[in-house]
């Protein structure tokens, strides 16, 4: 549950961000930049909605064995990773076009990946975003017990062994959006009363989800069973796998960014005072990985620079690369902490290593 008592500092005593922010200000000025999505975020996302669709099409074609359409699956599950990293997620920050209904468009590109746009936006943008890494703040840190994220979770048996089951439970991350989270979130963020530009109408939000969680099972299930040559239950086995495969690969991403070891699970003092001031705060929280892999970066919508995005959620993924210069250097030079993992390899074996030592036994278990 969100306490609003929890505050930041308001001031740096070092002006770390003042400086921060007019150093990557005039980086777009000096070189006549927008901060929103330009040309290449334009082809990109024709790229990633076609890996994500062209193979439906394949497979409601009934041209290809059963064995190709369920590898057709996998690539339909990468796709989906894709749309959500590089499409959804800068629509729903607001980044992706300086016109709102473009962003509010790409937005709703999740409602083809089975989630929902005012849940997505009150977990992450609110939720996430604001309490990053901060135990019952930050939803992202919640598995309902099945993992222990930080040190402030209770400790159970079985978590000695969550280094190696942790990938399974990843996998059903959108699955879980289809058959119960969104109804939960919605049911909890309409009571808790969540709201962004205008009152919320709970009519039209459980609606709205209503009827796009029917539009998705008929065009990803309904419609198979009814089209193609092959038993309902191998289109459900190929709707699972999808799902799977979009599970894994954006759970993966989303921990690399804050469970690893170099990252802090700070929490508030008993008055809901948090130590450092909110950018400083992220720079704790967060980490970077495989910043010079284009083809990572290309794919995971920019999440691997993941401390420019929590510092500028507003600036489009697509020019990171470049501030994120202006970033580490402002934060070495201000003796703030800048962590970053050289490649992707790096990162994960980082998490596992932290998900093994938070699954021991702590001492007063």
């Given at each position: 549950?969100v306490?609003?008592?929890?505050?930041f500092?308001k001031?740096?005593?070092a002006e770390?961000f003042?400086t921060?922010?007019?150093?990557?200000?005039?980086?777009?000025?000096?070189?006549?930049?927008?901060?929103?999505g330009?040309?290449?975020?334009?082809?990109?996302?024709?790229?990633v909605?076609?890996i994500?669709?062209t193979?439906?099409f394949l497979i409601?074609s009934?041209y290809?064995n059963?064995?190709?359409?369920?590898l057709?699956?996998i690539v339909?599950?990468?796709?989906?990773?894709?749309?959500?990293?590089?499409?959804?997620?800068?629509?729903n920050h607001g980044?992706y076009s300086r016109?709102r209904?473009?962003?509010n468009?790409?937005?709703?590109?999740?409602y083809i990946?089975?989630?929902?746009?005012?849940?997505?936006?009150?977990q992450?943008?609110?939720?996430?975003?604001?309490?990053?890494?901060?135990a019952?703040h930050?939803e992202d840190?919640?598995?309902?017990?099945l993992?222990?994220?930080h040190?402030h979770?209770?400790?159970?048996?079985?978590h000695?062994f969550?280094?190696l089951?942790?990938?399974?439970?990843?996998?059903?991350?959108?699955?879980?959006?289809?058959?119960?989270k969104d109804?939960r979130q919605l049911k909890?963020?309409i009571?808790?009363?969540?709201?962004?530009?205008?009152?919320?109408n709970p009519t039209?939000?459980w609606t709205?989800l209503?009827?796009t969680?029917?539009l998705y099972?008929?065009?990803?299930i309904?419609?198979?069973?009814?089209?193609?040559?092959?038993?309902?239950?191998k289109v459900?086995?190929?709707?699972?796998?999808m799902?799977?495969t979009?599970?894994?690969?954006?759970?993966?991403?989303f921990?690399?960014?804050?469970?690893?070891?170099?990252?802090?699970?700070?929490?508030?003092?008993?008055?809901?005072?948090?130590?450092?001031?909110?950018?400083i705060h992220?720079l704790c929280?967060?980490?970077?990985?495989?910043?010079?892999?284009?083809?990572?970066?290309f794919?995971?919508?920019?999440l691997?620079?993941q401390i420019?995005?929590?510092?500028f959620?507003?600036?489009?993924h697509v020019?990171?690369?470049?501030?994120?210069?202006i970033?580490?250097?402002?934060?070495?030079?201000?003796?703030?902490?800048?962590?970053e993992?050289?490649t992707t390899?790096k990162?994960?074996?980082?998490?596992?290593?932290?998900?093994?030592?938070?699954?021991?036994?702590?001492a007063?278990?």
């Open positions: 549950m306490s609003s008592s929890i505050r500092p001031t740096d005593s770390f003042r921060l922010t007019s150093r990557v200000n005039a980086y777009f000025q000096q070189n006549d930049v927008g901060k929103y330009n040309w290449k975020l334009y082809v990109k996302s024709l790229v909605f076609s994500f669709l193979p439906y409601m009934n290809f059963e064995w190709v359409m369920l057709l699956t339909i599950g990468m796709g989906m990773s894709f749309v959500g990293m590089c499409v959804m997620h800068d629509g980044s016109r209904w473009v962003n468009l790409m937005g709703s590109s999740i990946l089975a989630g929902n746009v005012y849940n997505w936006k009150v992450h943008n609110v939720l996430h975003h604001t309490y990053t890494n901060i019952e930050d840190l919640n598995t309902d017990g993992l222990r994220l040190k979770d209770q400790w159970k048996r079985f000695k969550q280094h089951y942790s990938v399974f439970i990843y996998g059903l991350l959108t699955f879980n959006w289809v058959i119960r109804y909890e963020y009571g808790r009363g969540f709201v962004f530009d205008k009152k919320i039209k939000e709205i209503i009827t969680k029917v099972l008929l065009v990803w309904v419609l198979p069973i009814l089209l193609l040559d092959v038993a309902w239950w459900l086995l190929g709707f699972f796998v799902h799977y979009a599970g894994v690969i954006l759970s993966v991403v921990q690399l960014a804050h469970i690893v070891e170099d990252t802090e699970t700070p929490l508030p003092d008993e008055q809901g005072n948090m130590e450092n001031t909110f950018v992220q929280t967060t980490a970077n990985f495989a910043p010079k892999n284009k083809l990572v970066s794919f995971v919508g920019g691997n620079f420019e995005h929590h510092i959620p507003h600036i489009s020019h990171y690369p470049k501030i994120s210069k970033v580490k250097e402002t934060a070495l030079e201000f003796g703030l902490p800048y962590n993992y050289n390899r990162a994960i074996l980082s998490h596992f290593r932290t998900l093994r030592e938070l699954g021991r036994q702590p007063f278990a």
